[in-house]
């Protein structure tokens, strides 16, 4: 099987949705949108690398950001091992962190 | 006629002056970077000494807060009232202050505190450090206290102690004026206390050159207390370099980088006013008196609040990043923009903590503060816990001078502020800060006052980034956000990545140097969590010895790690390495440890109040809370990592290694 016989395996078995991604502070510069579409794993952590990785290699963020699932931090929902399946309409929020002093 | 008003001034000035010492302006022989020469000015007696300690003791310590360490801890007895005469207060820069790199402009004040009765310090940026190395002199120690009103007046070497008498009750900008006025020097560097320091309120802070600010632990009240309104410098030599060259080349690599560093790129423009938004949309926005991380009443951005009241942006000595903003307003308030402008500290003490929404009247506020010469963050959180305490009946409206002092209401915050800072009504007695306030108001109003050791919180919210837990509890100074570098830096599932997806967190790359390898969550307390804690307070507390601003260097912002041991190269001569830098930051923890057991500190100080132990009140983290049992442990290695023992004390073999045995057979 080739790449993309893998690649419609994997969606088909992750069940992908498309989510809304909305960009706060400097990330909106960075990215050059307030918001944007993306299609994710329903599961919070792999849904979460995917948009790392769109983050970085398709708009170049190198900001710390927090990752907000309907404004919840997704950190603490993972500590606390809350994740949640994720559904269609549901947002993503990248927000800067606060660092530095 | 214009001869004879000229030399009627000439003797009004003479008379004005109380005492002077020419001292001879040359160099200690062969030195660069610094001077080798620290002055002593003794109030009471008007006498004016220079001591010149030799270069072991500078590359010992090497300034700000080691060096003011040394002098405290062996001039000061636990007995010594912060607020007396045998408290002594000093001006420090370090062996680098001037070099011409971004961020090495910063000088530091220190003393007894009077808010917390043990090691205080406060640091800012600006031109007073440089300005002092340019006159002669690496440092100031001031002692005793003057009769009446005074201002010291250093030209190129020459010291004077001046009358005062007609500045004192005048703000921090009018004597600003006046002192320019005085002594005919327009580029004159100044630091300088408002009628809060003079009437000794807790929290007085020092205004340097006015928008720049020694906020913390009460240094205004120390300098009020020993009749001395300001410390005024001019020095026109500039200090011979190792290596110049090189220095220059560093700079301008710095120059032509900081743009592509986004931290670095976004204080430019903003200075620090976009964390408050963005810390709110997180949910990690201190709101009402740390009850909440959300405050859902900023309707505004921060783009918003710039287009109405931002007039330019001002910088420190050096440095093209100019992260300082200037607000300029006449309606609703008029606003000087000589006092600068709130950053996020400012925002969020008298913004969210308060919940205060009106930009215009946070604005405001700043401006006052900093005009009476007030820290903003204490003075906020003060105003704060008084509002959380009449909200819950242990204050009553009367009992505040007929003031409806609720949350958000600004116009009642504004006047406690003048109160305070005149010490009127109830106003003197909130200038004791939080500490005292629910100490003598009994009942639960402990719960409310957001303090540790006395000195108010800063905002930030240990519950969104366990490692302030950490901070705030072990912070020789009390409370402080300068501490360490927050957690979100290092932060797996928060971090950003540089370009190669492959590669680690820039920060954490940054910091490998230092043996900082790995992330660690934030909402952690973990043994991983409390060794990049300890790594990073020694690479804070070296900045605090050297006069470092953290707004230049690595892990967030631009200059590298490596440039710190090289620029003490390049400005002393001496062969610095990461290693020594890093000692250097311990050997200042470890002294202020020292102090603080010295005056009467234990290890239940080291704590954090219980609200922080409880779940965080909505928005986005929350649930989140720090556990006491982890938090407990977290300690103790702390302790550990740091060579103390259980009680926190440093041990005898730490203090040996810091060459710090001195300490050791005063503390047996």
């Known amino acids: ?101 | 006629m214009h001869w004879i008003v000229s030399v009627v001034r000439e003797r009004a000035k003479a008379l004005r002056t109380i005492c002077t010492r020419k001292v001879n302006y040359r160099r200690v022989n062969m030195l660069t970077g610094y001077n080798g020469k620290i002055l002593r000015i003794n109030l009471t007696e008007s006498k004016i000494d220079v001591e010149q300690p030799n270069e072991v003791f500078y590359r010992r310590y090497f300034g700000g807060r080691c060096l003011m360490l040394y002098y405290l801890y062996k001039e000061l007895s636990p007995e010594t009232n912060p607020l007396s005469e045998s408290n002594k207060v000093i001006f420090a820069a370090s062996v680098i202050t001037g070099t011409p790199y971004p961020g090495l402009s910063r000088s530091s004040i220190g003393a007894k505190s009077p808010l917390t009765g043990l090691f205080g310090e406060s640091e800012a940026g600006g031109y007073f450090g440089p300005e002092l190395k340019f006159s002669g002199y690496d440092a100031i120690i001031v002692e005793g206290k003057a009769e009446k009103p005074v201002y010291i007046w250093i030209k190129d070497g020459e010291v004077s102690i001046k009358d005062a008498t007609e500045m004192w009750g005048k703000d921090t900008g009018t004597t600003a004026d006046m002192i320019m006025e005085e002594t005919g020097e327009k580029k004159a560097r100044m630091q300088v206390i408002g009628q809060a320091g003079e009437n000794q309120v807790l929290y007085a802070g020092v205004a340097s050159d006015l928008n720049h600010y020694h906020g913390r632990c009460g240094m205004g009240a120390v300098m009020g207390s020993k009749n001395l309104k300001a410390v005024a410098v001019r020095g026109t030599k500039k200090l011979p370099l190792a290596d110049k060259a090189k220095v220059i080349e560093l700079s301008k690599w710095f120059a032509e980088n900081y743009k592509s560093v986004v931290d670095s790129n976004t204080q430019s423009r903003y200075g620090t006013n976009q964390y408050y938004f963005n810390a709110n949309v997180a949910g990690s926005l201190p709101t009402k008196n740390f009850n909440k991380g959300v405050f859902d009443e900023i309707d505004y951005t921060v783009d918003d609040m710039h287009e109405e009241l931002k007039i330019g942006s001002e910088g420190c000595f050096a440095c093209p990043v100019r992260c300082k903003q200037v607000f300029e307003s006449e309606k609703p308030y008029k606003i000087d923009p000589r006092y600068g402008a709130p950053e996020y500290e400012t925002l969020g003490g008298f913004g969210s903590v308060c919940m205060i929404s009106d930009f215009h009247v946070i604005s405001k506020a700043h401006e006052l503060c900093n005009r009476y010469g007030l820290d903003t963050i204490s003075t906020a959180v003060t105003i704060a816990f008084a509002m959380e305490c009449y909200e819950n009946g242990i204050l009553t409206k009367e009992q505040m001078d007929g003031i409806d002092l609720k949350f958000g209401n600004g116009e009642a915050a504004l006047e406690m502020i003048r109160k305070i800072a005149f010490r009127e009504g109830f106003g003197d007695f909130l200038a004791q800060g939080t500490k005292i306030c629910a100490e003598k108001l009994g009942k639960d109003a402990g719960k409310y006052a957001m303090q540790v050791k006395g000195q108010e919180h800063p905002i930030a919210e240990p519950r969104a980034k366990y490692g302030i837990a950490l901070a705030y509890a072990v912070s020789p100074t009390g409370s402080d956000h300068l501490q360490h570098e927050h957690d979100g830096a290092f932060d797996p599932n928060l971090t950003g990545y540089s370009h190669d997806a492959d590669e680690t967190s820039v920060f954490v790359k940054a910091c490998n140097p230092m043996g900082i390898l790995e992330p660690v969550e934030s909402l952690s307390l973990s043994p991983k969590k409390v060794k990049l804690f300890t790594y990073l307070q020694h690479w804070f507390s070296c900045f605090n010895s050297l006069e470092v601003c953290i707004f230049t260097m690595e892990p967030v912002r631009t200059g590298k790690v490596s440039h710190l041991p090289e620029l003490i190269k390049f400005s002393t001569g001496w062969d610095a390495s990461l290693w020594e830098v890093l000692k250097l930051g311990e050997r200042g923890t470890t002294m202020a440890r020292a102090f603080n057991y010295k005056h009467g500190a234990t290890k239940e100080d080291d704590t954090i109040p219980d609200r922080h132990f409880e779940e965080l009140e909505g928005g986005p983290l929350q649930g989140s809370k720090i556990d006491r049992e982890e938090f407990e442990k977290a300690l103790e290695l702390y302790y550990q990592m740091m060579g103390w023992d259980e009680n926190g004390q440093p041990t005898e073999g730490k203090l040996y290694e810091l060459d710090l045995g001195w300490m050791h057979e005063d503390l047996k």
Not at chain 1, 74 to 80: P, R
């Open chain 1, 1 to 101: 099987m080739d790449a993309r016989g893998f690649k419609i395996i994997y969606i088909l078995v992750q069940n992908m949705i498309t989510i809304t991604v909305k960009a706060y502070g400097q990330l909106i510069m960075e990215i050059g949108v307030e918001e944007f579409e993306i299609k994710v794993s329903s599961k919070l952590v792999m849904a979460i690398e995917t948009l790392k990785q769109q983050l970085i290699n398709k708009y170049n963020v190198v900001s710390a950001y927090t990752i907000l699932l309907n404004g919840k931090n997704t950190s603490l929902l993972i500590k606390n091992s809350q994740p949640e399946d994720l559904k269609e309409m549901d947002e993503f929020s990248i927000v800067p962190v606060v660092i530095g002093g």
